[in-house]
């Protein structure tokens, strides 16, 4: 007897409450398209990986460190049941059958009510295809369907076989859409993806499952993957043979770390490729209006990294010769020092009138702009609960979106 074919649909959740329960690599990979949807989520899970839980520290999710119980499910429009207890598993697909929640179990999909697409987003297009129990398939009538709409034509889905090695992947400053094609096309062939928290988190949901996701995020005060266990597990990997993809946040030699990891790579004999991406240093000004240059206005641009304060002796950075510069200065990693920064600015000659805009979570759908003077800013931040990631721009181009 044929198999009963799932019915399409597609879900507004904006707004809706969402139970995801599991806070593993499963949950880390799905938590960004339900995020982007707007739903109103809560992960229930004793432990989280270090991407899901930065999601909790920046508020786009709500996370509660405990074990499923009866009732969680309640009121809820849609579940994610994503645990490593098959007890657990088996009580809460019982509770959304009861309750009548629309529910994907990770472990059992014969179980379910519903079930996950395989997906992918170009030109303002969602592609969604289900092929029953054959998620490989899926994810590759996915990838044939989205570069056809990419280039106009429609081809054969454009993995091939690799050797062991690395990509060094670009990922752009966090909207899916921005990683170059290159990118995409590496990220499509990967058999293991070691991913940053900064890095565009959608492209993980478009992964196919036998694809292994190695969470390296770094959360500022928190937990973090050591820079060497990220070294050693990129060449573990490569010289078992399989393509891995180091995907990162920006351009992997603006403030990250990428040369560190290629020399390791060269120096383990691993064949390493570098593939550039768009740094937020001049992405996320751009996506809110903001020139970093402009004629008759700024003639350079300075990036400086703020992770160590103007006084600390460590700090390569020369704050009194940017003071003295005319033209934009945009520095990263630098909302807890930006008081600091901002007064010695003004201290070395910057005018303390000197417009400021700050762009936190730039390019994504939580993105919030946070505009300023360098006599305020300290303030300005503090009062609307600035959290990194996010682009602080100093200098008069800051005024040319609202000036017209």
Do not use: C
Not at 249 to 258: I, L, M
Request: aromatic share 4%; hydrophobic share 45%; proline share 7%.
């Amino acid at each position: 007897m044929p198999e009963t074919p799932a019915y399409p649909v597609g879900l507004r959740l904006a707004g809706r409450r969402v139970v995801v329960l599991g806070g593993g690599t499963v949950s880390q990979r799905r938590l960004p398209a339900l995020v982007a949807s707007g739903a109103d989520i809560t992960v229930v899970s004793p432990s989280a990986t270090p991407s899901v839980e930065a999601m909790a520290h920046a508020g786009e999710i709500a996370w509660e460190p405990r074990r499923y119980r009866e009732g969680d499910l309640a009121d809820a429009w849609y579940a994610l049941i994503a645990t490593d207890d098959d007890t657990a598993n088996a009580a809460a697909s019982a509770e959304a059958e009861a309750n009548r929640v629309w529910a994907v179990r990770s472990d059992d999909a014969e179980a379910a009510t519903a079930w996950t697409p395989a997906t992918g987003r170009t030109a303002g297009v969602t592609v969604a295809v289900l092929t029953g129990q054959d998620p490989r398939r899926s994810a590759a009538l996915r990838d044939v369907i989205v570069d056809g709409l990419r280039d106009g034509s429609i081809g054969a889905p454009h993995r091939r076989d690799r050797s062991g090695g690395v990509a060094l992947v670009g990922g752009g400053p966090g909207d899916p859409d921005l990683i170059t094609v290159r990118g995409r096309r590496l990220l499509s062939e990967a058999d293991v993806v070691v991913a940053d928290r900064l890095g565009p988190r959608d492209l993980l949901d478009e992964l196919p499952p036998h694809v292994e996701v190695v969470d390296a995020a770094k959360i500022p005060y928190g937990r973090a993957m050591a820079q060497r266990t990220i070294n050693d597990t990129l060449v573990e990997h490569a010289r078992a043979g399989r393509f891995v993809v180091r995907l990162k946040g920006g351009d992997p030699f603006v403030f990250g770390r990428g040369m560190e990891e290629v020399q390791q790579l060269t120096r383990q004999g691993v064949p390493v490729t570098v593939v550039p991406g768009i740094t937020s240093a001049i992405s996320v000004p751009a996506a809110v209006g903001i020139p970093v240059t402009h004629r008759g206005v700024a003639h350079e641009f300075t990036v400086a990294s703020g992770h160590l304060a103007p006084d600390d002796p460590q700090s390569l950075v020369d704050w009194p010769a940017l003071a003295r510069m005319q033209g934009t200065l945009v520095v990263l990693m630098a909302v807890e020092r930006i008081g600091a920064i901002a007064d010695t600015l003004v201290q070395h000659g910057r005018d303390p009138g000197t417009p400021v805009a700050v762009i936190q979570e730039g390019t994504t759908a939580t993105e919030l702009r946070v505009d300023a003077t360098l006599a305020d800013v300290a303030g300005a931040v503090a009062e609307h609960g600035i959290r990194p990631p996010a682009v602080i721009v100093i200098g008069p181009v800051v005024g040319l979106g609202t000036d017209g």
